[in-house]
């Protein structure tokens, strides 16, 4: 099969940009006939598929949903923060095919089809979307335990070079330095050198400098200014050569090798809904921006936010507790300076009130727990 991936780093502005084949979901005028292809303005060049706008359908209009790659026009165009496509991959829920499908309707299917061994989508051109659906599932649990080897072999690769390994000395490391330990080392005064995990994933790639002229806009119909505003633009895929592939393994592998000679690129796991990502100001965030399942308009770093506030309120509440219990108790030793019973109480307060404050922090014990102390110590 021809590639018909391809993907290029910009690591200067890091930018990733793909060009893919479209797998398309839309609504297809089901006739020939040259009335009604006139009626609704379907021109047979430009949209060979009988495409039509949802909002054009009425009830009598011969129409069907349907799913097919687009052969017919050029390559889908994304520039998007490097890394996205590898992330993507890694964050799949490979417990149903639902977000294979998404990762399929945004990427296309060319880089997927070398796994399915038992052709289900291979020779297809258009489909019925129900159809699609069922067709679609099979493809999905004939090639689920290879996604799930491959998904799995990057995280641990992933987490190794970017995450915390609780060593001091490795921590110091940067990813590339991390990936180079992973397959050299020492054994006493032996030194060893293991095969490299991704080095097999390496085999398939071209480079193809062709793309430098290939920016995929119609020039003629452009006006000076209007080509020095297209080209000034950052969606404008302007690359002096891309790699080219045709298997997921590769195109992966080609993101893997480029994340790692960013300087002082993070990969976080985001601690609402565990998903990698890659932090977007500071690198110690712990919240994704992905949207929530049950609540799309909101994010997970707005999950983050709110607990914030809300942790905010809770220590402020306590802080002011803590403010007015010393005060409380400092003005009873100023107003009784004869009474040692308030003076022994007052500075048995200011050694005991920090360490019930740091158990209240550690949870070991509650907020209603530490509250009743504070109270039982202004009496």
Wanted: hydrophobic share 30%.
């Amino acid at each position: 099969m021809n590639s018909n991936f391809y993907i290029y780093f910009d690591l200067e502005t890091n930018k990733e940009i793909i060009k893919h084949r479209k797998l398309l979901k839309e609504f297809v005028l089901d006739t020939d006939d040259p009335q009604l292809l006139e009626e609704y303005q379907i021109d047979k060049n430009d949209n060979p598929y009988y495409i039509i706008k949802s909002n054009l359908i009425e009830k009598q209009t011969p129409v069907y949903e349907a799913v097919f790659v687009d052969n017919f026009n050029d390559l889908d165009i994304k520039v998007q923060p490097i890394g996205t496509y590898l992330l993507d991959f890694l964050n799949l829920n490979l417990n149903n095919d639902s977000d294979l499908k998404k990762f399929a309707f945004k990427y296309g299917l060319d880089n997927l089809l070398h796994l399915d061994k038992p052709n289900n989508l291979n020779s297809y051109t258009i489909y019925i979307a129900s159809e699609f659906e069922k067709i679609f599932n099979n493809f999905f649990n004939s090639i689920k335990n290879n996604l799930s080897k491959l998904q799995q072999e990057f995280k641990d690769t992933i987490t190794f070079c970017f995450g915390d390994s609780g060593n001091k000395k490795i921590d110091k490391l940067n990813p590339k330095q991390r990936y180079f330990l992973s397959f050299h080392g020492c054994d006493g005064d032996i030194y060893f050198t293991k095969i490299p995990k991704f080095q097999k994933y390496s085999k398939g790639i071209t480079i193809d400098f062709n793309s430098f002229f290939d920016t995929d806009i119609k020039l003629s119909k452009f006006t000076q200014e209007q080509l020095v505003n297209a080209v000034a633009s950052e969606s404008f895929a302007f690359t002096p050569y891309s790699y080219s592939c045709s298997k997921l393994k590769n195109a992966l592998f080609i993101s893997f090798t480029n994340l790692i000679n960013l300087n002082n690129l993070h990969i976080n796991t985001c601690a609402n809904c565990g998903k990698l990502f890659i932090p977007t100001s500071k690198s110690n965030e712990i919240y994704c921006d992905n949207p929530l399942l049950d609540n799309p308009s909101r994010t997970c770093k707005n999950i983050g936010a709110d607990k914030k506030y809300k942790e905010k309120m809770r220590e402020d509440e306590i802080t002011k507790m803590i403010r007015d219990t010393s005060s409380c108790l400092g003005m009873r030793v100023k107003r009784n300076p004869d009474i040692k019973e308030h003076d022994i109480k007052y500075n048995n307060w200011k050694t005991s009130y920090p360490i019930q404050l740091k158990k209240y922090k550690e949870k070991k014990i509650t907020k209603e727990e530490l509250i009743n102390w504070i109270n039982n110590s202004r009496r």
